[in-house]
């Protein structure tokens, strides 16, 4: 593993960080345009780690970064849906604080040089997450006979439940790992 170093996946991470105020401006006026640009987010979600691992440039920062860059979008994205009126702001609130919590128990785990990597539900939380946002986005501004807003809120409150058994997981791992 190798410190601070720019390359592909690093350059993947922080350019989701940079989407995220280019998505919040875009979103309330083109939700279409919205979609695409927290679309694209994600793609470098899935791609920074792929990447990473395939060419061997899996590094601290990354690592660090990579989580926080994922969190720092879906949480933007729900406070928008929030702010927009498309979401209740109780799921919401479960799936930041289950964020928060799992963000700090990762960076309180790698100071003691234990990484703990990302469990397949928490990859599935992030799935469901991300395809519900899209699709609360979209609503119905994308085809006006199919109301993506119903398939979306399914997608949400499925996330939420998946956040809180992934968030029990994390920190069943942690206390294990500590």
Do not use: H
């Not at 109780?90 to 040089?113: H, N």
């Not at 991300?130 to 993506?148: D, K, P, R």
């Amino acid at each position: 593993m190798k410190s601070i170093r720019l390359n592909v996946p690093t350059v993947l991470t922080l350019s989701r960080i940079l989407l995220i105020p280019v998505f919040l401006y875009v979103t309330p006026m083109q939700p279409i345009a919205g979609a695409a640009v927290f679309g694209l987010a994600a793609i470098t979600d899935f791609l920074d780690g792929y990447l990473a691992r395939r060419s061997g440039q899996v590094t601290t920062f990354g690592i660090i970064m990579d989580p926080i860059a994922d969190k720092f979008l879906v949480i933007a994205a729900l406070i928008l849906l929030v702010d927009i009126g498309y979401l209740s702001i109780w799921p919401a609130v479960v799936i930041i604080v289950r964020e928060f919590l799992v963000t700090t128990l990762r960076v309180v785990a790698l100071s003691k040089d234990i990484v703990i990597k990302a469990e397949l539900g928490g990859k599935l939380k992030t799935g469901a997450q991300i395809a519900g946002i899209l699709c609360m986005i979209v609503e119905s501004n994308l085809f006006s006979w199919f109301n993506f807003y119903t398939i979306g809120l399914m997608f949400i409150w499925i996330s939420v439940v998946l956040a809180v058994i992934s968030g029990v997981q994390y920190t069943v791992v942690f206390w294990r790992r500590i």
